[in-house]
């Protein structure tokens, strides 16, 4: 066949690809892979449910198989492959993929593991109640505009008349020509609140939006770190936000096996798919990727989901989990990118912005249901008008219509004679004889009544857009009184962001470490205070074989500094410590830090604030002692940081806080202290990874057993008190560690006889500062400072009590005042706690009085201060 001259047009190639590409472009843009910003489906989605809809699939209708639905689909309105339509069914039916999924389906539809689901022909669909709710609901009311299908033989809704911002609720993925679309789910009461929140105040900010939309909320929960990414996307359109599983390490028990640890996964990152992750760890594990990993099992039922990683039994179970988030898909990222389609053009919207799209589309639906109603509403009272004057007229009109030769004369006679409309003539025509009754007639003129009102309140709507935002927020909220559920995304804030403790109330609390390592924290009011020389009550329910160790008091806000006898130093606040009953065990502490299990806590320091003028004094077993800014703490590493630098077989055991003009007061067993200064002529300050020198000289079989600080304010006071009253006959001990043991002995015993003569005369019910000195056999004592001068570093030092028993030893010495209050905790893990003002007052030879009644072969193990009441806690009870 041969075409002639006319019939060939010539056309420039670049431009033809052009055009059709861009034709193309925007086919696949605006209609297949973005979503609309006004009811947040692609084509394919609302070619589903308005298909369900009109097969009458509602929620309290049987199911029907998903292939009469793709059936439809396909024959009516989405001339494509028959898998794309099974798959969007499938996708809005699943809760792991939809945070409130729009179909509630019936079989096998598929799996976390991404497992496929069964073939459309077995499974079985209707709609959910939220869907007919807020999604279909007045779709026959001419709220939104129909177009032709793609054969022209049916009508098909451009868009569905969703009350509420669906776009956010299940979010929405798709990739077009040149871009791409990527919305997270949320929570529907939060976007409700939200809404509420736009509507009352039209200029709000996205960031006042956060305060009810704080984040998104994935259907399979897990965490949320930090909202610098959260607050990117809402206020620019785009933003990564890291997820993350959750997980906790728990001590498993095998029968005949020691316990071991193990990391339990109950929660997933969005769209993270199971039996992939646990093959992907495998993996790692195999290829020594992953250390410390003995066994992987997924227990995971319907009662929820449990991946147990079990641990080897040299493992940090910290570090592992740690090495989890950073190399599996257990942490990943969201890549937000709000892209929809608004007024036929693809835009990149905010926070703000999707809800003001979305608002203002509900607005216009209320207006077009609102005159739909109307015109419905004037319609009906024109035909009651026109049966009025029927009654009115009876006698004639019968007459009329008795008269007429046929109907459409009878109409024409009746619209000239009475001034009727041809819908009202009809109307009278077509009147059944008993509604020409009393009764009939009375309620076609309530009726006619009813119809004014609800005309003249319908016409009030559409003139006052007050009244429509009124509407829609009274729909919206009953839409989150029947649908909304709590939110299953934690949202964990990430250093340098606004804080958990922002939200926790800064509490006294007691923390408690036990030889075994287990961990816990209770409310200071646990325990009241109690009269001296009484029991006390249980404060662990620990093991037979188990004791107390450390045992401080802080508040909840306090960062707690963990050191190790390997000089090592951990960090977790006083609030991430689990909080127990007097009864409980606790927590393992190898659940908390990476702490190998050969190595053990040796003190533990609550500190509120980093400073620069404040540092750590830190004290050995061996007896060397140092001083380190306290700024030098204040980013440790999950896995911990040298604190100091130690000799082969020394121990780091004490460490306190201190400042540069305070002093230091040490204890050994034997019942001796020596004072000095911290200042840097006595003790220099040192980095981290160094040892120190010599803290003081000790006896034979001594050691040393306690430390602390005392105010710089209370040491300037000391100094004439101390030169006006040491003794002429008394030879300075500024450092007795140079001279021989006998020398030793004979000068404490005469500082002791001094010292005795000059408490006979001394106040000793000053005000205070005073030295709590407490033994392990139960009794205590203040002694005034003043008792014990200053000295030069690494003397032997001075006698600090006398002991009423042959076996008895000193179990602690802390600088204490007269408002303070203590608790002792024993070995057994009995707790008291007592105002510091109940024990007496006496001199440093002394042997104090009862402050615990023990029981048999129990002893004082630790004494503790309670911190004073923070200003905020006195701000709130007044």
Sequence with gaps: MTFSQERIIPTDLGGEMSRSYLEYAMSVIVGRALPDARDGLKPVHRRILYAM?????????????????????????????DTAVY?????????????????????????VDNDP????????????????????????????????????????????????????????????????????PHNLGELINGLIALINNPEITDIQLMQYIPGPDFPTGGQILGTSGIKEAYTTGRGSITMRGVAQIETIEHRGRPDREAIIITQLPYQTNKAALIEKI???????????????????????????????RDAYPRVVLNNLYKQTP??????????????????????????????????????????????????????????????????????????????????????????????????????????LTALEAEKIRAEHDELQA???????????????????????????????????????????????????????????????????????????????NTRGKKGSGMKDDDGIEHFLTCCDHDSILFFSDRGVVYCLRAYQIPTGTRTAKGTPIVQMLPIPRAEKITSIVPVSEFTSDEYLVMMTKGGYIKKTELAAFSNIRANGLIAISLEEGDQLRWVRRARADDSIIIGSRAGMAIHYRTSHEQLRPLGRATRGVKAMSLRNGDELISMDILPGQVVANLVEVEESEIAEDVTETEDLG???????????????????????????????????????????????????RLQNR?????????????????????????????????????????AVNAISTQSRGATGVRVQRLDEDDAIAAVALVPPTAEGDEEESE
């Design 282 to 312: 495998a993996e790692m594990v195999n290829e020594k990727r992953l250390e410390g990993i003995a066994d992987i099992r997924d227990e995971s039922d319907r009662d929820g989901m449990r991946i147990v990683i079990e641990l080897k």
């Design 53 to 81: 809809h009109e097969l009458g699939l509602m929620p309290d209708r049987p199911f029907r198989k998903c292939a009469r639905v793709v059936g439809e689909v396909l024959g009516k309105y989405h001339p494509h492959g």
């Design 454 to 532: 609800r005309i003249a309140d319908l016409q009030d709507i559409l003139a006052r857009r007050e009244r429509i935002l009124e509407i829609i927020q009274t729909e919206v909220q009953q839409i989150k009184e029947t649908h909304s559920t709590p939110r299953r995304t934690i949202i964990e804030h990430a250093e340098g962001e606004i804080d958990d403790t922002d939200l926790i109330a800064n509490e006294k609390a007691l923390i408690l470490l036990t030889e075994q390592g287990y961990i816990k924290r209770m409310p200071v009011n646990t325990f009241e205070a109690q009269s001296r």
């Design 117 to 184: 689901p069964a073939a459309m022909r077995y499974t079985e669909c209707r709609l959910q109640q939220l869907t007919t709710d807020a999604m279909l609901q007045d779709i026959e009311s001419e709220t939104v505009d129909f177009g032709d299908n793609f054969d022209g033989s049916q009508q098909e809704p451009l868009v569905l008349p969703a009350r509420v911002p669906q776009l956010l609720l299940n979010g929405s993925s798709g990739i077009a020509v040149g871009m791409a679309t990527n919305i997270p």
């Design 794 to 834: 690494a003397g032997i030092g001075l006698v600090a009590t006398k002991f009423r028993k042959p076996k008895d030893k000193l179990a602690a010495l802390h600088i204490v005042n007269e408002e303070d209050e203590l608790m002792m905790v024993t070995s057994r893990g009995i707790i008291i706690r007592q």
């Design 738 to 788: 140079l001279g021989d043991a006998t020398s030793e002995v004979e000068i404490v015993e005469s500082e002791e006889q001094v010292e005795n003569q000059k408490s006979e005369t001394q106040n000793l019910k000053s005000e205070g500062p005073w030295v709590l000195v407490i033994t392990m056999g139960g009794y205590g004592k203040r002694v005034p400072v003043s008792q014990f």
């Design 330 to 435: 257990l942490q990943g990222n969201f890549g937000a990118n709000m892209l929809a389609i608004v007024n036929g053009e693809p835009q990149l919207l905010t926070l703000s912005q999707f809800l003001k799209v979305f608002l203002d589309f509900r607005i216009d639906c209320i207006a077009r249901r609102t005159r739909y109603e109307l015109r419905k509403a004037q319609e009906r009272d024109h035909l009651l008008q026109g049966l009025l004057i029927a009654l009115l007229n009876l006698d004639g009109i019968v007459s009329l219509i008795r008269r007429a030769a046929d109907a459409p004369t009878a109409r024409q006679e009746l619209m000239d004679t009475y001034g009727l409309s041809e819908a009202q003539a009809d109307a009278i025509l077509q009147m059944q004889l008993r509604r």
């Design 87 to 111: 798959d969007a069914l499938v996708r809005m039916a699943q809760d792991f993929s939809m945070r409130s999924p729009l179909i509630n389906g019936h079989g096998n539809f598929g799996s």
